[in-house]
């Protein structure tokens, strides 16, 4: 499954060198973090709303929005997939009141 993810990390990573007016990722790079970030929390949005209408089909159409441009945010970052997997990883088996009580330290 995270093979998708890291192939969307390299198409990304490509789109960083596009011109803005022929790829949609390319101008979100182009207009900076405020529209990456203002994205986020429409598709955020978006997700909720179809998860409080109990929509399936459009829960699953709304998080492959949030994830995407989420990857586009760590994309812009420097960043990819892997070290939010590697995150996720360290978090198994801890409970959130434990992870949350290290990161407190």
């Known amino acids: 499954m995270s093979d998708v993810l890291q ?25 900076g973090l405020d529209s990456i970030l203002k994205k986020i929390g429409e598709e955020a949005t978006e997700t909720v709303i179809a998860a409080k209408d109990g ?9 492959a929005d949030l994830w995407f441009h989420c990857m586009v945010l760590l994309a812009d970052q420097g960043l990819g997939p892997d070290d939010v997997l590697q995150e996720l990883q360290r978090r198994f088996g ?11 330290k």
Not at 8 to 24: C, G, M, T
Not at 55 to 63: G, N, R
Not at 95 to 102: D, M, R, W
């Open 55 to 63: 929509d399936k089909k459009q829960i699953i159409y709304e998080t």
């Open 94 to 104: 801890l409970s959130g009141l434990e992870e949350k009580a290290q990161r407190n």
């Open 7 to 31: 192939q969307l990390a390299q198409i990304l990573e490509q789109r960083k060198l596009e011109s803005a007016d022929k790829s949609y990722v390319a101008g979100l790079y182009a207009k």
